[in-house]
């Protein structure tokens, strides 16, 4: 009679959700007031996508804001999509965090663990974009890399991996429903990418300034810049630094100036042509070159901040075509 009952799940209150999630994400959230005694999972491992699911599936949603449930239901659709299979998130230099804290042995294993993924994933036609691949190669540098067997095997596997034809999520599997995914969330609304691009091409024909400087990065998305000023609201995706962009977005007071609305236009317009419109990477450079005063290395930057963080930049959406 007992074979069929299980435990009830625990259910937990924001605050301890996101306590735990910093925990789980410790790579990605390098802060030294999260301790932990549990055992250091490294992304995407079995393990931390059981974790991550118990987690997520655990939260009592009643003691949840809206915009709360609004997040924790978008992290738990991203679990559909193939990231599981693109281990190595390009964003994070794992090589360089994991040393701070695991041993050879645990770093061994995981670079080995990237490696089968990355094979599993190729017969599911899940496959690493250019960038990405050169990305994970520079993590990968002669000094990491000779301390472990693991390591160097994966480079030399990388060295000779074939990415895919293009830069966008388009090329993936359910990769438009993946895009589309982000862009309901991050822009607070659902809206064609064919519609938005529309709006946006309007909106950009009326702006003309001067473009802003910005030190552009890959480790943050540009947009956390462009709210610099703001006051940064607590969220729960690992990915965004644990900061809610939309949010933070929505309660700021600050008003974009022309410059920023111009250079936010440029952002979403370019994220949008290489996601679901299938731009090159040539096409890409251009509209950024173009519209924002970038020489090419400045516009690589950007480019590679707008694929490794998709459609964040549509927070600012309201803002740019309100202003």
């Not at 625990?10 to 959700?17: A, C, K």
């Not at 300034?209 to 990065?217: E, L, R």
């Amino acid at each position: 009679m007992t074979a069929g009952c299980v435990e009830p799940q625990v259910q937990i209150s924001y605050e301890n959700l996101s306590k735990q999630l910093k925990e789980l994400h410790w790579f990605a959230y390098q802060s030294s007031s999260v301790q932990t005694d549990q055992l250091l999972e490294l992304p995407f491992t079995e393990r931390y996508l059981e974790l991550r699911h118990d987690l997520l599936a655990s939260a009592d949603l009643e003691s949840f804001t809206e915009s709360a449930q609004q997040e924790l239901q978008y992290l738990s659709i991203q679990q559909r999509y193939p990231e599981r299979f693109l281990p190595w998130p390009a964003h994070l230099n794992i090589a360089k965090i994991a040393q701070q804290r695991l041993n050879s042995e645990q770093l061994d294993n995981w670079y080995k663990y990237v490696e089968l993924r990355l094979k599993e994933a190729r017969e599911s036609k899940i496959v690493l974009n250019r960038i990405e691949k050169q990305q994970l190669i520079d993590y990968l540098t002669p000094d990491v890399s000779r301390l472990t067997n693991a390591g160097q095997q994966l480079v030399t596997y990388l060295e000779s991996y074939r990415v895919r034809s293009s830069l966008g999520m388009y090329q993936l599997p359910n990769g438009k429903e993946w895009y589309q995914s982000k862009l309901n969330f991050y822009s607070g609304s659902v809206r064609a990418p064919e519609a938005l691009f529309s709006e946006l091409q309007s909106v950009a024909a009326e702006a003309t300034s001067t473009p802003i400087k910005i030190s552009t990065g890959v480790h943050d998305p540009i947009a956390l810049q462009l709210l610099e000023a703001c006051n940064k609201v607590p969220g729960l995706n690992w990915r965004d630094g644990f900061i809610s962009l939309r949010q933070t977005a929505e309660q700021c007071q600050k008003v974009l100036t022309k410059s920023e609305t111009q250079f936010a236009l440029s952002m979403m317009e370019v994220d949008l042509g290489i996601h679901y419109f299938a731009w090159s990477q040539k096409q890409a450079l251009l509209a950024l070159q173009s519209r924002l005063a970038l020489n090419e290395d400045q516009a690589f930057v950007v480019l590679k901040n707008i694929l490794f963080f998709p459609a964040t930049s549509f927070v600012l959406l309201d803002s740019v075509t309100s202003a």
